[in-house]
């Protein structure tokens, strides 16, 4: 598990992501599913670096027109059946 302020730098940069992938030389991006709550910090960022996505939609806010993750959940519980 990998935090913005633990790396000292903001999703959804490149940058966060590179230093995460730094420290899992064995794991490809494509291989590694982003869960998050975040359109636009969590979500967006890890599917333009190649990563599958999971929007945690707990608010359940309105579905953007562009659908820029993979799945969508309004519930923890229902993340185990994608994992």
């Known amino acids: 598990m990998f935090t913005s302020e633990a790396i000292g730098v903001d999703k959804p940069l490149k940058k966060f992501f590179d230093a995460c992938f730094c420290q899992m ?6 291989e590694t599913v982003m869960i998050g709550d975040s359109l636009t910090a969590d979500i967006k960022g890890a599917k333009v670096y190649g990563l ?32």
């Open 25 to 30: 030389e064995d794991i490809k991006p494509e």
């Open 52 to 83: 599958k996505t999971i929007w945690y939609n707990h608010l359940k806010a309105d579905e953007p027109q562009e659908k820029f993750y993979d799945v969508v959940v309004d519930k923890l519980i229902d993340i185990k059946k994608y994992l």
